[in-house]
């Protein structure tokens, strides 16, 4: 079956502008995650969505970040006045619906942004 | 703040090599997750442990929980130039909302 996609696949933008990052999690799965991921460094968690719990927004480094989630659906991950060192992967992972600590993420793509 | 920390960060080894990296974190984990990460692609999952000292093989990968759960470890046993990579662990904390927590990872280079 599909897997997780994420839209666009990359991105360039100047510094000031709003994008909008897409993701369509696996169907069924009701966790969904996004994650940023710098030019050779790790996964910086960003937001969690899990069924119709309120998100756990804690990774968002600023008011300049924002997601939604319609439902079990997709989601939207939101820069406000994009800045330089808002330039990464986004990539966005979903887990299938059970125990919390048995979920198996399963990764998009990743948009890549670079901000110029 | 919730950590799982991973060293080294870089390890370079000729093929034929063995290579191990080393996960641990800051509080009590309900599971440990592995993934693999090529040079320009996104992770994905290789295993999950959930049991204290539980050890599970791959082929030529060894994956071990601690008995503590706080740590654990990757080890590849003569690496091919296939296995570069970063490995990242992930795990679950007890505490808190649940949501995995994916360490700093170990990028592994292998020269044939």
């Known amino acids: 079956g599909a897997g997780v996609s994420q839209s666009p696949s990359n991105k360039v933008t100047e510094k000031g502008k709003d994008v909008e990052l897409r993701c369509d999690p696996i169907s069924g799965h009701t966790a969904l995650y996004w994650y940023r991921q710098r030019l050779g460094q790790g996964l910086e968690f960003l937001i969690y969505f899990q069924g119709n719990s309120a998100p756990d927004k804690s990774g968002l480094p600023s008011d300049r970040f924002s997601a939604e989630r319609t439902g079990e659906s997709v989601s939207t991950l939101t820069i406000q006045r994009t800045q330089q060192e808002d330039s990464a992967v986004y990539l966005c992972a979903s887990s299938p619906p059970g125990l919390a600590n048995t979920d198996t993420q399963y990764f998009g793509p990743g948009t890549r942004l670079t901000v110029l | 703040g919730q950590q799982v920390m991973q060293i080294p960060q870089y390890q370079h080894v000729q093929e034929g090599e063995d290579f191990t990296t080393y996960c641990n974190s800051s509080?009590?984990?309900?599971?440990i997750q592995w993934y693999k990460q090529r040079p320009g692609g996104h992770p994905v999952f290789l295993i999950q442990?959930?049991?204290?000292?539980e050890v599970k093989k791959q082929k030529r990968l060894t994956f071990q929980f601690g008995e503590a759960k706080k740590n654990s470890s990757l080890h590849i046993t003569a690496t091919q130039t296939t296995d570069v990579g970063t490995y990242f662990c992930?795990?679950?904390?007890?505490?808190?909302?649940?949501?995995?927590?994916f360490g700093t990872g170990t990028r592994l280079l292998v020269s044939p």
């Open positions: 442990l959930v049991k204290s000292g």
């Open positions: 992930a795990g679950t904390m007890n505490t808190g909302f649940q949501k995995l927590v």
């Open positions: 509080t009590t984990l309900s599971n």
